[in-house]
DNA sequence: TGATTCTTATTTGTAATACAATATTACTTA
DNA sequence: TAAGTAATATTGTATTACAAATAAGAATCA
């Protein structure tokens, strides 16, 4: 057991470990993971350690044990594919260019819809933060790390401000998988009109114009997938 | 710990009884929960079931824990608000009316999507599913029982015929909560346009027509709306 | 006094061992 | 052959002991 990260407790490595091997494809839907006594061998850690790594993946939908049959890995159709670890250890093992276009297909199937019910349903405190995050934006200038982290919050205040919860994992998985994308391709194109862009957006969901806001992010998204097809010509 | 339940193990009854509990509310967002020692008295098991059953509820995103400081339930913006489980904790324990609004918005913003992309991307074993599964509805005549399970079957496989998948959470969810939905409500109403509907569908995502297969995806959530409003009124 | 460093105590993290429960497999028997 | 039964391998649970981390308080120093 190397002890390779960051991630500072025992359990958490040998999941990211586990976990890592499984969306590599080392152990295909169906496959038996080999006994807990071999894996901990193998690994070079207690018994307890492992469980509680299993115990992870198993709530995350990737891993189902039974006495005697063993621990086993369950068909993707049941990961929980939203999930930051997931995304991840995805991000780590496979290739990036691929999910980034489903990525985005999610996004732009829900950031329309997520948009119009902030408008609807946001508090004022929601109101008040997208607003902070949109200045915080203008306020970047040509800070580069600066500019992202603000655009990420804003557009993760979007989910948020919608009030359901079943949105949120969304607005999060997406702010991961962004983050990954700007780091991979420096920005800084096209600000001026992302500014603008983002001023619709931001005014259309505080003044509470469904429609508005709707369409506003309609044409961000439309422009932003412009800058993807950039990031996976260029990068990598 | 009383054994309720059907789920066999004990660690996973553990994860329900304190699933359930941080649902409820019982412990709020930066709430500390009793020590590990404390909760095992209390519920009579090791201490050994007990964490296992916290790396599910840490796995899920519900808590936090780090020596000394105690293990904290997070802010619920990190749950995994799509995963099984935790529907499941709420639908037993939080109101029902307000969430089937929320996973119907949820559903409205992806489901005609998922259509359009399905009708370009699935596979030709998608697409005999799914006309499988139509049929099934047909077939079932006036088996309330049979009718639910197929229309269940037909929208969970058109979030899988998406090949995308950051989409397939999202329609496992919502074929936990519709299950639920339909368990309240007798069905029967409308079937001959449903069936109408649905062959719309299926028909456009087979042929692969994405723009058909979205407009049929509308209109029949559409309708489905009205049958929500029933739902909330008549049942409970 | 105020800030800093050290000590202490509490809580989670990891290990090791033993045994229980369960389901597969193989075997036995009618 | 079929049904039932026993052997066996694997996960599930309990117990104990110790390690590690950190928050809080005590002691020290400027």
């Not at 349903?121 to 600066?146: I, K, S, T």
């Not at 500019?147 to 919860?165: G, I, K, P």
């Not at 999060?172 to 600000?191: D, K, Y």
């Amino acid at each position: 057991m190397t002890k390779e990260a960051l991630s500072l407790k025992l359990h958490m490595r040998v999941a990211d470990v586990l976990g890592m091997a499984i969306l590599r494809g080392d152990y295909p839907a169906g496959t038996v993971l080999p006994p807990e006594m071999q894996l901990c061998e193998e690994l070079g850690i207690s018994r307890t350690a492992l469980r509680e790594a299993l115990r992870g993946l198993i709530a995350k939908g990737l891993l189902e044990s039974r006495p005697k049959r063993g621990t086993l890995v369950r068909d993707e159709v049941y990961w929980n594919h939203l999930d930051p670890d997931l995304l991840r250890w995805r991000i780590e093992t496979t290739d990036t260019s691929t999910y980034l276009e489903k990525m985005f297909a999610l996004r732009r199937a829900t950031e329309p819809e997520a948009a119009a019910l902030a408008a609807r349903h946001a508090l004022p405190e929601n109101r008040a933060q997208l607003a902070a995050d949109f200045q915080a934006m203008v306020d970047a200038g040509d800070d580069d790390a600066a500019w992202v982290e603000a655009d990420l919050a804003f557009h993760r205040t979007v989910y948020l401000a919608t009030r359901n919860e079943f949105f949120w994992p969304i607005g999060e998985m997406l702010a991961v998988s962004l983050r990954q994308m700007f780091s991979i391709a420096a920005q800084g194109s096209h600000r001026a009109r992302a500014i603008a862009e983002h001023a619709d957006l931001c005014s259309a969901i505080v003044e509470g114009k469904p429609d508005l806001a709707r369409a506003a992010s309609l044409t961000l998204l439309g422009n932003a997938v412009s800058d993807i097809d950039r990031v996976r010509t260029e990068g990598r």
